[in-house]
């Protein structure tokens, strides 16, 4: 599947592609992308997770484009549907940002979000 068609999960910026591609680099040699979720947590209720993927899950979405593979948990797709994941850095912080208009509330730290049910 391609991040350039309407029908995809999520989206992804160049600058979280470059990110992506740098920490797949600095992953044991298994890893073929990043596994994109969503946890319980936090006072909002829900915060996002990304971590490596080794191997395909069933029925993950695959999403290849701009040299990175993300896999999108199947339990994650409808709190994710139309996100776009980029990366920012500060002087303070840094780390994956989701734009997702699927939220409708986070948390006052950032940490946490939740979506309309």
Not at 68 to 73: A, N, Q
């Amino acid at each position: 599947m391609s991040l350039n068609k309407q029908n995809d999960v999520i989206t992804i910026s160049d600058k979280a592609a470059e990110r992506v591609k740098y920490l797949i680099q600095k992953g044991d040699n298994k890893v073929i992308g990043l596994r994109i979720g969503i946890k319980s947590s936090g006072c909002s209720g829900f915060k996002y997770s990304v971590e490596y993927a080794n191997e395909a899950k069933s029925f993950e979405e695959k999403i290849t484009s701009k040299g990175v593979t993300l896999f999108i948990d199947p339990a994650a797709v409808m709190f994710l549907v139309g996100s776009q994941m980029d990366w920012n850095e500060s002087k303070f912080s840094s780390g994956f940002d989701f734009k997702n208009p699927n939220e409708i509330a986070r948390c006052g730290c950032g940490e946490s979000f939740s979506v309309s049910s």
